[in-house]
């Protein structure tokens, strides 16, 4: 049946407001201001004047990473151990795993104990993982599952007793190690991911590029409702090319994209690739993973057999050579740098004319607000000049790096226009337009996939894929009403 939503205020792709929106089949069959002649039985929706704008494509989302993290418990930053007791008795997720993160016992005046756990958690598992990650807290469910007297025999491993003998449930390095293992098998990740999909369409998402290409054989027997772009992990790109896969292989839900390859590190821990050191750290130029050479040979093999490149890129040196590499002559088109973090005036030169997608994270500006003065002085101009980026040629494409940083697209959006962050600015010079910013997690992804006759904007003949916000979200009033794909609504806020 088609179904035929009025009385809104849609965006079309010129960012022009529309009355009517006309769906056959999920597919966009009119879009305008006329109104309709109900010649036929049409399902009427009434949008009551909200805001329709196409719904939003996260360029780089880790989906195992992100839905697991909603289930995890957060105890950092807890100072009083009484306090960490209520966290954990007001924890109501379910799951058969209790999996938390961040406890110092330091802080405390009494010494963790599975006891204590043992009081609020009897029938679920509880691994609760130190600050420092090398020790754990567990319950006694945990303890009775697995062979203790094996474990304490493991190079390396200490398990912790009481003056009388008795299990406290700490598990120190190699015993923690193993339990982590262990229980991680035992983890539901059809029901994880599930979760992760939900969440990421309370935000309007409803495309991501996916980074953790390595749950393919779970994206399959799920069709999730989420379009998945997935990327290939480099270790399975031999078996990749022996099977004959290729970028663009699979259908609207999951699609086989990118080789996902890292060439440095991040700026936080200083292993990005610098041409020059960091400014409190003179002759540290951080890591690269590659020689020129090297990754030179791994696209050309990839890009001959049909399959395009997303390499992790953050340091200026890094993101020069990885550039030089995925834009040579008769490279795939479609090859793309992740995150391309810190640029310099050379990248920005050779980038005229190349006419390629860069896929930038505008809330990593949030996450390394105080790091790039005190890494990078004068050189922090160069950290996502989006303005400068575009003006060169690139194409901007926007994700979130979830569960690095929140996948809420607005906050990415209000950041790439606003450039304010903890009420300063950050290179004003190098905002965007809030269209440009929209079309950034919209239509762009979209191309850099090869979906953009299918999703991206509001458009006839594309599928009726969008969310819908109380006030206009391009003036960052609106707040988010519902996100539908191909025209039936997937999530709705209460
Ligand atoms: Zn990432």
């Known amino acids: 049946m088609k179904k035929l939503f009025f009385n809104g205020k849609i965006y079309d792709e010129n960012f022009n407001i529309n009355k009517n929106l006309l769906v056959d089949d999920g597919k966009i069959i009119y879009i305008g201001d006329e109104d309709i002649v109900l010649q036929e039985k049409y399902e009427k929706i009434n949008l009551k004047k909200s805001y329709l704008t196409p719904s939003f494509f996260d360029s780089h989302l880790h989906l195992y ?64 993982k130190r600050r420092d ?13 697995i062979n203790i007297d094996e474990i304490s025999k493991i190079k390396g491993s200490k398990v912790e007793k009481d003056e009388n003998g008795d299990l406290t449930g700490i598990l120190r390095e190699k015993a ?37 290409g390595d749950i393919l054989p779970h994206l399959i027997k799920n069709r999730f409702n989420l379009r998945i772009m997935n990327s290939i992990p480099l270790n399975k790109l031999k078996e990749a090319i022996s099977i004959g896969i290729r970028s663009d292989f699979g259908n609207n839900f999951l699609k086989i994209c990118g080789l996902k390859i890292f060439m440095d590190g991040s700026l936080g821990s200083k292993t990005a690739y610098m041409k020059e050191g960091f400014e409190d750290e003179k002759n540290n130029f951080g890591v690269k993973y590659f020689d020129e050479k090297e990754l030179d040979e791994i696209v050309n093999e990839a890009n001959k057999n049909g399959i395009y490149v997303w390499i992790h890129s953050i340091g200026d040196r890094a993101n020069e050579i990885v550039l030089k590499i995925i834009t040579k002559k008769g490279r795939h088109k479609l090859n793309r740098i992740e995150h391309s973090q810190i640029v310099s005036e050379n990248f920005l030169n050779f980038l005229k004319n190349k006419k390629i997608f860069l896929s930038v994270q505008p809330s990593h500006i949030l996450l390394d607000f105080d790091k790039i003065e005190k890494f990078l002085g004068k050189r922090g101009k160069y950290t996502y000049p989006f303005k400068s980026l575009i003006q060169n040629g690139a194409t901007l494409i926007f994700g979130s790096d979830a569960p690095i940083e929140n996948p809420d697209p607005l906050r990415g959006i209000n950041l790439a226009v606003d ?6 600015e950050f290179f004003k010079n190098e905002a965007i337009d809030v269209e440009e910013a929209f079309k950034s997690y919209t239509i762009n992804p979209a191309k850099s996939v090869e979906m953009e ?19 206009d979200p391009l003036s960052f009033k609106g707040e988010l009403i ?4 191909e025209g039936e609504k997937v999530f709705k806020k209460d």
């Open 176 to 212: 923690a190690d193993y339990v982590f293992e262990h229980f991680k098998e035992k983890q539901n990740i059809d029901k994880i991911l599930k979760k992760g999909v939900k969440k990421l369409q309370s935000y309007g998402i409803t495309a991501i590029c996916n980074m953790d």
């Open 482 to 485: 519902s996100t539908y794909i």
């Open 65 to 128: 990473l992100y839905s697991k993290s909603l289930f995890e418990l957060n105890l950092s930053n807890i100072d009083n151990f009484d306090d960490v007791l209520r966290k954990l008795k007001e924890y109501t997720i379910d799951g058969d795993i209790i999996w938390g993160f961040g406890w110092d016992d330091e802080k405390w005046n009494c010494k963790p104990n599975k006891k204590f756990l043992d009081e609020i958690f009897k029938d679920r598992y509880v691994i609760l």
């Open 419 to 424: 450039r304010v962050v903890f009420e300063k």
């Open 453 to 471: 006759n299918n999703i991206g904007s509001l458009s006839i003949g594309k599928f009726a894929d969008f969310v819908t916000f109380t006030d």
């Open 133 to 145: 990650g090398h020790s754990v807290w567990v319950n006694s469910k945990i303890l009775n599952e």
